[in-house]
């Protein structure tokens, strides 16, 4: 059985050197989150774009940032990109309530917004079975 991580590995080993990812690309990641490159890629899907946005995902995950779901995210993301399909994603925004226990109510705001930063969120299934997947973050944007 193939673990997660070099499933992960094998992807990323798959777009290196066809897409440009060198060790100038390294000095470039410090200056890029995840949240900044999957924006532009968005914004403009090219090849460069992509091998970014898939960088910096195989980044966060090889790091244990981001879980499976945003990982396997953005490889579908860029999958439909190069096979022509098109994805979806849409900003909302929800209210929620959340009970933490904690010594003070400064600690549990916290604890909540470090919880929340940059969190995946699976709000079930499509009919299709695909999975409804998301990024649910504190103030509206990732800090990570």
């Known amino acids: 059985?193939?673990?997660?991580?070099?499933?992960?590995?094998?992807?990323?080993d798959g777009?290196?050197?066809?897409?440009?990812?060198?060790?100038r690309h390294?000095?470039?990641?410090?200056y890029m989150t995840l949240t900044i490159a999957r924006?532009?890629?968005?914004?403009?899907?090219?090849n460069v774009?992509?091998?970014?946005?898939?960088?910096?995902?195989?980044?966060?995950?090889m790091e244990d940032t981001i879980g499976d779901d945003t990982f396997l995210n953005a490889v579908a993301e860029v999958k439909d990109y190069l096979s022509g399909s098109t994805t979806f994603t849409f900003d909302v925004f929800l209210e929620a309530s959340f009970t933490i226990q904690a010594p003070d109510e400064e600690t549990a705001k916290n604890w909540l917004e470090t919880r929340l930063?940059?969190?995946?969120?699976n709000a079930g299934a499509l009919p299709?079975?695909?999975p409804i997947v998301?990024?649910?973050?504190?103030?509206?944007y990732c800090r990570g």
């Open 49 to 61: 774009t992509a091998a970014k946005y898939l960088d910096q995902a195989h980044h966060y995950y």
């Open 39 to 46: 924006e532009a890629f968005r914004a403009d899907p090219t």
């Open 117 to 121: 930063d940059c969190v995946e969120i």
């Open 15 to 23: 777009y290196e050197g066809s897409y440009g990812i060198t060790p």
């Open 1 to 12: 059985m193939v673990n997660n991580a070099d499933r992960a590995q094998e992807v990323f």
């Open 128 to 130: 299709s079975g695909d």
């Open 26 to 30: 390294n000095e470039e990641r410090k």
């Open 134 to 140: 998301g990024e649910a973050n504190f103030g509206g």
